[in-house]
Nanobody
Framework: RVQLVESGGGSVQAGGSLRLSCTAS???????MGWFRQDAGDVREGVAS????????HYTDSVKGRFTISRDNAKNTLYLQMNSLRPEDSGTYYC????????????????????WGQGTQVTVSE
């Protein structure tokens, strides 16, 4: 079983940066992991994903060039570096994991993942 705990959220002004972390209990080396976000009343949206070995990453179009997903498997920690933040980036950010190395095309859907963290809030003001 994998337990995930996010941290690093907060309130920033537009153009600012935040770095989210997701610490996992249990071995997540061969684990596809992703970041999702959800604003009030909206569906949970896939932001980025990374293969278990860290070799491949994917981003939703709205964050390409601004966000970077990475992982440190020795520390069982997933990261999301968020730069040039915009108000529309606001929401609760969740990390998720599935016990398979490759993030297949279905990894953009929340139902692809078996494990979830509790979320961390990000608020970006004008």
């Amino acid at each position: 079983r994998v337990q995930l705990v996010e941290s690093g959220g907060g309130s920033v002004q537009a153009g600012g940066s935040l770095r989210l972390s997701c610490t996992a209990s249990g071995d997540t080396v061969n684990t596809c992991m992703g970041w999702f976000r959800q604003d009030a009343g909206d569906v949970r949206e896939g932001v980025a994903s990374i293969w278990g070995d860290g070799s491949t990453t994917h981003y939703t179009d709205s964050v390409k060039g601004r966000f970077t997903i990475s992982r440190d498997n020795a520390k069982n920690t997933l990261y999301l570096q968020m730069n040039s933040l915009r108000p529309e980036d606001s929401g609760t950010y969740y990390c998720a994991a599935r016990l398979i190395n490759v993030c297949y095309s279905g990894s953009w859907s929340p139902v692809y993942y078996s494990y979830w963290g509790q979320g961390t809030q990000v608020t970006v003001s004008e």
